[in-house]
């Protein structure tokens, strides 16, 4: 959800106005996925990174995280909407933590669409914690296996990704689902997060639809 910040600035707006725009907009894309059929929604709302952040901002977004719950919660269960959150508790604020668990058991058996809320969300991290547990749990290295380590991941059960939008025109990954996107298509638009409206999600749709996707691999004549 890249470009809240120049949103809000080139509106001569505080940077936190462009994170609640941005998450208003997070409404308009959730009530699209459900309406176009898309069963699975990775957001990227708070990175391991963030916290480098001004601490105005890392507040703002964790008092964000928490209005959003205690105002959409309800109405995002009874849209049959699966809340997951992927990344660390840890160092997130007792309060808030105990808000994530509560939506995560809340609407754990939603079926209608999953969002997985990336928060404290770092994809080396992801991979590290990984391993950590994959020795604890004396795996032998010949048992380790890439569905092995999918397991072990926070996004453990949910499918890869198919495509990665990423607005406000930047050209890389950020540390986010590095490995689940190994052959995630792409779609990058210059558009910033607050203004990626329905329209611009189905023309994303629309493009990833026209993709050649090969896994590595030709085409074989039939
Ligand atoms: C990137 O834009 C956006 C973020 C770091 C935060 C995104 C978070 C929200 C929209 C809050 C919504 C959701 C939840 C569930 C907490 P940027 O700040 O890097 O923008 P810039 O590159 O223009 O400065």
């Not at 010949?142 to 990665?164: F, H, K, N, Q, W």
């Not at 329905?198 to 691999?217: N, P, V």
Request: proline residues 5%.
């Amino acid at each position: 959800m890249d470009g809240n910040g120049r949103w809000a600035q080139s509106r001569g707006l505080p940077r936190l106005a462009g994170h609640r725009a941005g998450t208003e907009n997070l409404r308009v894309i959730i009530e699209a996925c459900v309406e176009f059929g898309v069963k699975y929604l990775t957001i990227y709302a708070f990175s391991t990174e963030n916290w480098e952040r001004p601490p105005t901002e890392v507040r703002g977004l964790m008092r964000i995280l928490e209005d959003m719950i205690d105002r959409q919660l309800d109405e995002l269960n009874t849209k049959g909407v699966q809340i997951r959150h992927i990344g660390r508790l840890e160092r997130i604020r007792p309060s808030l933590q105990k808000k994530i668990l509560r939506a995560v058991e809340l609407t754990r058996h939603n079926t209608r669409l999953v969002l997985n809320v990336a928060f404290n969300y770092g994809g080396r991290d992801e991979i590290v914690h990984a391993i950590q547990r994959i020795i604890q749990d004396g795996v032998k290295p010949e048992e380790v296996t890439p569905e092995l380590v999918s397991r072990y991941l926070y996004t453990a059960g949910i499918p890869d990704p198919d495509l990665i939008i990423r607005t406000s025109g930047e050209l890389r990954v950020s540390n986010f689902l590095i490995w689940q996107g190994a052959y995630a298509e792409w779609y990058i638009t210059p558009t910033y997060w607050p203004d990626f409206d329905k329209e611009e999600f189905r023309k994303a749709l629309e493009e990833y639809k026209r993709r050649d996707r090969r896994f590595g691999r030709i085409h074989t004549p039939t």
